[in-house]
């Protein structure tokens, strides 16, 4: 049984950091791109961060560059988000991904690229 479980995910201060986590289990993801997408309540799922499948290239969506970074262990088959400076705004459900492609493209900006998905972590960054 494939599955992804995100984890780090809390109540927190605007201007805090958190670490998300997305362990991967069933089948190694070390060939595929991986993604983190959030979604706030009344609103659509959006894009956050992809990474190749090497990790060499990323994406992020501009209101989280420079604050986020996405990075991933293919030995623990686990990706992360690093997110710093946490603003009100930020406050969603994130959720892990695993698309079917190894590299990045204008695509992977799309949940309906994306085959596999984790249950979501909840972050909450309170003013």
């Known amino acids: 049984q494939v599955q992804l479980v995100e984890s780090g995910g809390g109540l927190v201060q605007a201007g805090d950091s958190l670490k998300l986590s997305c362990a991967a289990s069933?089948?190694?993801?070390?060939?595929?791109?991986m993604a983190w997408f959030r979604q706030a309540p009344g609103k659509e799922r959006e894009f956050v961060a992809a990474?190749?499948?090497?990790?060499?290239?990323?994406l992020y969506r501009a209101s989280v560059k420079g604050r986020f970074t996405i990075s991933r262990d293919n030995v623990k088959n686990t990706v992360y988000l690093q997110m710093n400076s946490l603003r009100a705004d930020d406050t969603a459900n994130y959720y892990c991904a695993a698309a079917a492609s190894a590299s990045l493209s204008g695509g992977n900006w799309f949940k309906e690229n994306y085959a596999y998905w984790g249950q979501g972590t909840q972050v909450t960054a309170s003013l």
């Open positions: 990474i190749s499948a090497s990790g060499d290239s990323t």
């Open positions: 069933g089948r190694t993801f070390s060939g595929n791109a």
